[in-house]
Nanobody, 114 residues
Framework: QVQLVESGGGLVQPGGSLRLSCATSGLIFSSRTMSWYRQAPGKERELVASISSGSSTNYADSVKGRFTISRDNAENTLYLQMSSLKPEDTAVYYC????????WGQGTQVIVSS
């Protein structure tokens, strides 16, 4: 079955960086559009970034210029490089893909605080 496993979250100071990873299995990773979402406390889940099978990327306005989504098809892994982090980036970050239905990982917590 499809499995998405995020890692790399943690506590970071404002202005710092983190790289999130999403290890996948059970799908033809190279052919799937993959996405990162996040959900802050008391807020709805929102799309952060997506990357197509051809590596075209799309970003939320709030993260443009600070976050970079990438993929390693040989390793079936999705990444999110986050830089210049702000307290408002604090959220649980989820890896996701869709075919037939949405698939989600368990999420990884990112806390941006001094």
């Amino acid at each position: 079955q499809v499995q998405l496993v995020e890692s790399g979250g943690g506590l970071v100071q404002p202005g710092g960086s983190l790289r999130l990873s999403c290890a996948t299995s059970g799908l033809i990773f190279s052919s799937r559009t993959m996405s990162w979402y996040r959900q802050a406390p008391g807020k709805e889940r929102e799309l952060v970034a997506s990357i197509s099978s051809g590596s075209s990327t799309n970003y939320a306005d709030s993260v443009k210029g600070r976050f970079t989504i990438s993929r390693d098809n040989a390793e079936n892994t999705l990444y999110l490089q986050m830089s210049s982090l702000k307290p408002e980036d604090t959220a649980v970050y989820y890896c996701s893909t869709y075919f037939g239905r949405a698939y989600w990982g368990q999420g990884t917590q990112v806390i941006v605080s001094s």
